[in-house]
T-cell receptor, first 113, second 110 residues
Framework: GAGVSQSPSNKVTEKGKDVELRCDPISGHTALYWYRQSLGQGLEFLIYFQGNSAPDKSGLPSDRFSAERTGGSVSTLTIQRTQQEDSAVYLC???????????FGSGTRLTVV | GQSLEQPSEVTAVEGAIVQINCTYQTSGFYGLSWYQQHDGGAPTFLSYNALDGLEETGRFSSFLSRSDSYGYLLLQELQMKDSASYFCAVKVNRDDKIIFGKGTRLHILP
């Protein structure tokens, strides 16, 4: 596609429920990244996928968080048993093999009530 | 650990020049990027410096000194639309993993 597409744009969920966030990167971009941003804060690295290499999961805050990337394209970030502190904007980005900036999607605003 | 320091807020006047500084301490360093984010929007890429020196792109310039672990973003001829948050970000490995600073909120006065 023309840009990085994320869905849903907004998600309200009850504490304890599982949620899935989807990211569709720019066609041809080999790298895909997930970040989260709490209100008025910086971007916190979660996980990235680079080509066929094993993903770097070092930023995932707990084992309730997981992500996969199927066929080197679409990625899904799953949060199990959501907690109120998970409320944030989850941003996905993709880039070409040679870095010259990420292209970010518009994000998914997750609210856990 | 990873540490990027930048001022939390900066205020400047329309038409003026402003510099936003960034110092970093990271496990690896491959380059320094700057991103702009308007309220409610996604971050957008502005610049990338892998080598020392000044890079100019229109009204925006970015500088890097690797020996000082320091860089800055220079915005000239400020416009009201430049009101946004600006993030410095370090590429820390060959796989393009980027660590972001907490951002600098730029306020522009008419």
């Amino acid at each position: 596609g023309a840009g990085v597409s994320q869905s849903p744009s907004n998600k309200v969920t009850e504490k304890g429920k599982d949620v899935e966030l989807r990211c569709d990167p720019i066609s041809g971009h080999t790298a895909l990244y997930w970040y989260r941003q709490s209100l008025g804060q910086g971007l916190e690295f979660l996980i990235y996928f680079q080509g066929n290499s094993a993903p770097d999961k070092s930023g995932l805050p707990s084992d309730r968080f997981s992500a996969e990337r199927t066929g080197g394209s679409v990625s899904t970030l799953t949060i199990q048993r959501t907690q109120q502190e998970d409320s944030a904007v989850y941003l996905c980005a993709s880039s070409l093999e040679t870095y010259y900036g990420y292209t970010f999607g518009s994000g998914t605003r997750l609210t856990v009530v | 650990g990873q540490s990027l320091e930048q001022p939390s807020e900066v205020t400047a006047v329309e038409g003026a020049i402003v510099q936003i500084n960034c110092t970093y301490q990271t496990s690896g360093f491959y380059g320094l990027s700057w991103y702009q984010q308007h309220d409610g929007g996604a971050p957008t890429f502005l610049s990338y410096n892998a080598l020392d020196g000044l890079e100019e792109t229109g009204r925006f310039s970015s500088f890097l000194s690797r020996s000082d672990s320091y860089g800055y973003l220079l915005l000239q001829e400020l416009q009201m639309k430049d009101s946004a948050s600006y993030f410095c970000a370090v590429k820390v490995n060959r796989d393009d993993k980027i660590i972001f600073g907490k951002g600098t909120r730029l306020h522009i006065l008419p």
